[in-house]
């Protein structure tokens, strides 16, 4: 069974190994090559993807993305703050196609998970024995009053990098000298739990030197964030937190720094108690699963539930969820999370499309921050499933923040190991 | 008994279960391919970050071990280490051993190049053979990070990682003969050979 007709094949894969791939079109298990479609190109779906070509040579890939170009949110603020340029996070899928895989550029509508077909805007269907799904977040719209997709085009969240994450860097540039740019982070869980206060330092970096009367005000929905104690050290030493002169101000929860609205037109917040005016605001607003994870039925609560082990959907069989998108506790929603759990998932999709009995998963994370120049400071974790929770329960005695005693020698390391972490997950994810 | 020899039994004894992959414990390929966000996919590193694919697995494990217990000062493999058992980390170094590691393409200074190779056949390649290809005792040296290599001098000067005895002499003689540009030269020599 396959809706691919011939000519539009051509049209999707240039043409590469047509007689193979289609011969596998034949039936779901019947023909030696399995097929596997991967949607989503980001951090999680990528890796998969790769990695699947590098663990089973003899199963067909197809990876669907909407998107020619992919922006890694991951050093997105190093872009805000100038010190790195916008198309040193941009990638495209040259290297991901010479491997072999597919890559279609295509807006996925539905997956069907009896049928195992999933469907897209360009009008294709394509067959699957087991399928990958890393849709990243979506936003809540709607949790903040005067908040939506239209608003953030002038109020960026550039929480997903792209065009916005360019917005708000020029929105920076064209700011006064004294103005103030509020941040807005969201609420638990979330995308990249440091991001909003590495975001913080970048552009405290920026206006340290570009605009030095200016303010940074962080509107917080929580009264506690990730590595807090590593970042208001970071700010002490490089922005004066704490001081008078302070570049930083965090306002917390209970402090009314949780913002319910948004005026659009008079550039200013509405907290719980007070409104707050900005020159330049970026609001964070709360996440669930990305819009493909509800459109395939994948979503219960807000994020889709899986077999840890194997990242397999508990609501549709053949259907595997990684990335941010997945309810993957105690991993946290980051690019590294993404990026080890495809590999848990593409070895254990291996295993299962080849009849073996899926092997023991190993998962880790390290999440660095740049605070500033020649500051890193990093959280890192090493993981084992515990299968009869169904849990993915941290290694005891291991893993730990940068000490808060860390020199500033080794501080400067972090920051290089930092750039070698981009450098090196975007090679392992895209090259 | 030594912990790997119980080790060793245990596993022998779950071998004559049904529950094979279960005893087994993670794979040496999905516990190493963890480690490619950082040092690249199969251990060769693109930026900055060490590769650790083609080192001896003696070096790994003693490097593991050695970050594990303290030893060897790091900003993030002490923390990290901590997590995997002597069992993990052996499985690690058998799959890190058997990848090829591919030079890193990086800056390097140029005038430097023919200075550093010179001093190296004079001090070096006797451990570090073949230029600094061959790794038996320790880490593969030829287009390996020079970032992360000036890091491993200044430990080695500072006590927070041991050099072998006979390191220590050498590089104490290339520091009489031509200080610090001479380990400066050496390091260029290395990250040069792309």
């Known amino acids: 069974m396959t809706t691919i007709n011939r000519r539009n094949f051509l049209k999707l894969s240039g043409g590469v190994a047509v007689g193979s791939a289609l011969a596998g079109c034949a039936g779901m298990n019947t023909g030696a090559r399995k097929k596997v479609v991967v949607i989503g190109g980001g951090s999680g779906g990528a890796t998969a993807a790769k990695y699947l070509t590098m663990m089973d040579a003899n199963i067909d890939v197809t990876l669907i993305e909407a998107n020619k170009n992919y922006h890694t949110c991951f050093m997105s603020n190093e872009v805000l703050s100038g010190v790195r340029s916008y198309e040193s996070i941009t990638f495209g899928y040259e290297r991901l196609a010479a491997r072999g895989i597919t890559v279609v550029h295509d807006m996925v509508t539905g997956i069907d998970a009896q049928a195992r ?24 719209w709607g949790a903040i009053e005067g908040y939506d997709a239209g608003v953030a085009e002038k109020i960026p969240h550039a929480w997903k990098a792209g065009p916005q994450t360019v917005t708000l860097r020029d929105q920076l540039r064209a700011m006064r000298d004294g103005g103030t740019v509020i941040i807005a982070p969201p609420g638990n869980p979330f995308r990249c739990p440091p ?15 570009n605009k030095p009367r200016s303010k940074i005000l962080i509107l917080d929905s929580k009264d506690k964030f990730s590595k807090q104690g590593l970042f208001v050290q970071g700010w002490k030493r490089l922005y004066g937190y704490g001081t008078d002169n302070s570049m930083i101000e965090w306002v917390s929860a209970a402090q009314g720094g949780k913002i319910e609205g948004v005026n659009a037109g008079a550039m200013s917040v509405q907290g719980a108690v007070e409104s707050f005016k900005g020159d330049v605001i ?27 082990q194997t990242f397999e959907s508990t609501i549709h069989p053949n259907i595997h969820v990684i990335g941010d998108a997945s309810a993957a506790s105690k991993m946290p929603k980051s690019g590294y999370s993404a990026n080890v759990q495809a590999k848990v998932c593409a070895a254990a999709v291996a295993d299962l499309l080849n009849d073996r009995a899926p092997g023991d998963p190993s998962y880790m994370n390290t999440c660095y921050s740049v605070i500033g120049e020649d500051y890193g400071i990093s959280v890192s974790v090493v993981y084992n499933y515990d299968k009869q929770k169904n849990m993915i329960e941290k290694v005891k005695g291991a893993g730990g923040l940068t000490p808060k005693d860390a020199s500033k020698m080794a501080l400067k390391r972090e920051s290089q190991y930092a750039h070698g972490w981009f450098e090196n997950i975007t090679d392992d994810m895209f090259g | 008994m030594s912990l790997k020899l119980v080790t060793r039994l245990i596993l022998v004894g779950g071998l004559t279960g049904s529950s094979l992959a279960l005893a087994a414990g993670a794979s040496p390929e999905m516990l190493s391919q963890t480690c490619a966000a950082c040092h690249g996919t199969n251990g060769s590193s693109v930026a900055y970050t060490p590769s650790i694919a083609g080192n001896s697995e003696e070096y790994f494990v003693d490097t593991m071990k050695a970050f594990k217990s303290g030893e060897r000062k790091a900003t993030v493999m002490d923390r990290i280490a901590k997590g995997y058992s002597d069992d993990e980390i052996a499985k690690m170094a058998r799959y890190f051993a058997r990848q090829p590691m591919k030079p890193m393409r990086q800056a390097y200074r140029q005038t430097q190049v023919s200075l550093g190779k010179e001093l190296h056949f004079e001090y070096c390649n006797k451990c570090h053979e073949d230029g600094g290809k061959k790794a038996d005792d320790g880490g593969v040296l030829a287009g390996q990070s020079i970032i992360y290599m000036q890091h491993s001098m200044e430990d080695f000067k500072a006590g927070w990682r041991e050099a072998p005895k006979k390191m220590r002499k050498r590089v104490k003689a290339v520091m009489e003969a031509h200080g610090q540009q001479g380990i400066e030269a050496l390091l260029n020599y290395y990250g040069s050979q792309q």
Request: aromatic share 12%.
């Open chain 1, 117 to 140: 077909t999933v469907t897209t805007k360009g009008g294709n269907t394509f067959n699957y024995d087991r399928c990958i799904v890393s849709p990243g977040v979506d936003f809540k």
């Open chain 1, 195 to 209: 991001g909003p206060y590495e975001r913080a330092s970048q552009i405290a970096h920026y206006l340290k030197y």
């Open chain 1, 282 to 308: 970026n609001v964070i607003p709360p996440q669930k699963a990305g819009k493909l994870a509800y459109v395939a039925g994948l979503v219960k609560g807000e994020w889709c539930p899986v077999n840890k």
